[in-house]
T-cell receptor, first 112, second 115 residues
Framework: GNSVTQMEGPVTLSEEAFLTINCTYT??????LFWYVQYPGEGLQLLLKATKADDKGSNKGFEATYRKETTSFHLEKGSVQVSDSAVYFC???????????FGDGTTLTVKP | EAGVVQSPRYKIIEKKQPVAFWCNPI?????LYWYLQNLGQGPELLIRYENEEAVDDSQLPKDRFSAERLKGVDSTLKIQPAELGDSAVYLC?????????????FGEGSRLTVL
C-alpha cells in the first residue's frame, strides 16, 4: 500500500535559517504529491503540490521538487520566519484511488 | 467562498456515551472525507463519500462508528458507544471530485476527549 515517511521532529530554527524537511514515499503508479501546513489553532491547508516527476511546487517561499528516482518530495525554504512556525504534513494521492495518504507531520518552531 | 465548517470544535464525554460530529463542506464539492488524527500523527481516512455514496469505508470501525451524508451535502459522523481510545481530532475535508487536482480542503476539526 501507499505510505509517506517524514523527517522526525520537532525542528527548531532561528529566524532566517535554511529549512529542509525530508519526505519520502512508497506508492504504486504516479501519485500527486502535496505539502499541507497546519498553523496553531487552524485546520490543515495546502501549501504546495506537484503532479508529475520533476515538477516543482512553490508557495510563500517554500519549494519542493517531485523526485521519482529517489521517491522524495523534500520541503525547503531559504529563510524561515517566526510566522512559519506550524506543523507540516507531506501527503500523496493516487488520482484513481481518490484517497490521500499523509505522513505523521513535522513540527517547526522558528525563534526570533 | 466559505470553508469547510465543523461542529462542535470540542467535545468532552464519558466513555460509553454517544457523540456526533457535523460537517458542512464547501459548496459544490462532491467528495467529502472524514479523517481521524491522533496526537502526533497524520490524518487517517475513515470514510470517503462521492455525493451521497460511501465509496470507501474500509477503515471505519463499523461496530461503533457510523456516518451519513444525506442529500450529498452535509455529513454526520457518530460514535456509539465511545471508548477511551476514541480521544482524537476528527477532521472533515472536501474536494471537487472527478478529475480534480486532488487538493483537500479541511475544516478546523472536532477534538474529542473521552473520560
Amino acid at each position: 500500500g501507499n505510505s509517506v515517511t517524514q523527517m522526525e521532529g520537532p525542528v527548531t530554527l532561528s529566524e532566517e535559517a535554511f529549512l529542509t524537511i525530508n519526505c519520502t514515499y512508497t506508492a504504486t503508479g504516479y501519485p500527486s504529491l502535496f505539502w499541507y501546513v497546519q498553523y496553531p489553532g487552524e485546520g490543515l491547508q495546502l501549501l504546495l503540490k506537484a503532479t508529475k516527476a520533476d515538477d516543482k511546487g512553490s508557495n510563500k517561499g517554500f519549494e519542493a521538487t517531485y523526485r521519482k528516482e529517489t521517491t522524495s518530495f523534500h520541503l525547503e525554504k531559504g529563510s524561515v520566519q517566526v510566522s512559519d512556525s506550524a506543523v507540516y504534513f507531506c501527503a500523496l494521492r493516487n488520482t484513481n484511488a481518490g484517497k490521500s495518504t499523509f505522513g505523521d507531520g513535522t513540527t517547526l518552531t522558528v525563534k526570533p | 467562498e466559505a470553508g469547510v465548517v465543523q461542529s462542535p470544535r470540542y467535545k468532552i464525554i464519558e466513555k460509553k456515551q454517544p457523540v456526533a460530529f457535523w460537517c458542512n463542506p464547501i459548496s459544490g464539492h462532491n467528495t467529502l472525507y472524514w479523517y481521524l488524527q491522533n496526537l502526533g500523527q497524520g490524518p487517517e481516512l475513515l470514510i470517503r463519500y462521492e455525493n451521497e455514496e460511501a465509496v470507501d469505508d474500509s477503515q471505519l470501525p463499523k461496530d461503533r462508528f457510523s456516518a451519513e451524508r444525506l442529500k450529498g451535502v452535509d455529513s454526520t459522523l457518530k460514535i456509539q458507544p465511545a471508548e477511551l481510545g476514541d480521544s482524537a481530532v476528527y477532521l472533515c475535508a472536501s474536494s471537487r471530485g472527478g478529475q480534480d487536482t486532488g487538493e483537500l480542503f479541511f475544516g478546523e476539526g472536532s477534538r474529542l476527549t473521552v473520560l
